[in-house]
């Protein structure tokens, strides 16, 4: 039994290593401009949300605006907006802090007024890789 010990702590590491990976919450939207509308537009607003979302309590959301370079059908979207919070529970309050406060609600009416979006998904995302930075 003594030579098994070592390799039961290895396993026992092992299987709680993989079992507390941290999932979090990342979310999509697949947008076309609106007609006159284009990604300067864009990017102004983004200024204008950047304000806002630095007021709010939860400052764990990230954000990406991402561009097709490639896709099996390019003429679908124009962007995707890509949202990640650290946890679930962040993603709640920030939810609630945005879309529930009077400067976050003008600020998304200005983004409908500049996109159509289609496509609007939430996804648990659980790293599987880490870069060891060599």
């Not at 289609?118 to 995302?125: A, F, G, R, T």
Request: glycine residues 8%.
């Amino acid at each position: 039994m003594k030579a098994l010990t070592p390799y039961l702590v290895v396993i026992n590491l092992a299987v709680w290593s993989q079992c507390s990976i941290a999932t979090n919450p990342v979310e999509f939207w697949g947008c076309k401009f609106n007609d006159g509308k284009d990604m300067s537009d864009l990017t102004s607003w983004t200024a204008q949300w950047n304000e806002v979302v630095d007021q709010l309590p939860d400052d764990g959301y990230n954000a990406w605006v991402m561009t097709p370079m490639f896709k099996s059908n390019m003429s679908d979207l124009d962007f995707l907006w890509v949202g990640a919070w650290p946890d679930f529970s962040m993603m709640g309050s920030g939810l609630d802090g945005f879309f529930n406060g009077k400067e976050g609600s003008a600020v998304f009416a200005k983004f409908l007024e500049i996109t159509t979006c289609e496509i609007h998904d939430l996804y648990s995302s659980t790293q599987v890789r880490e870069n060891s930075g060599d």
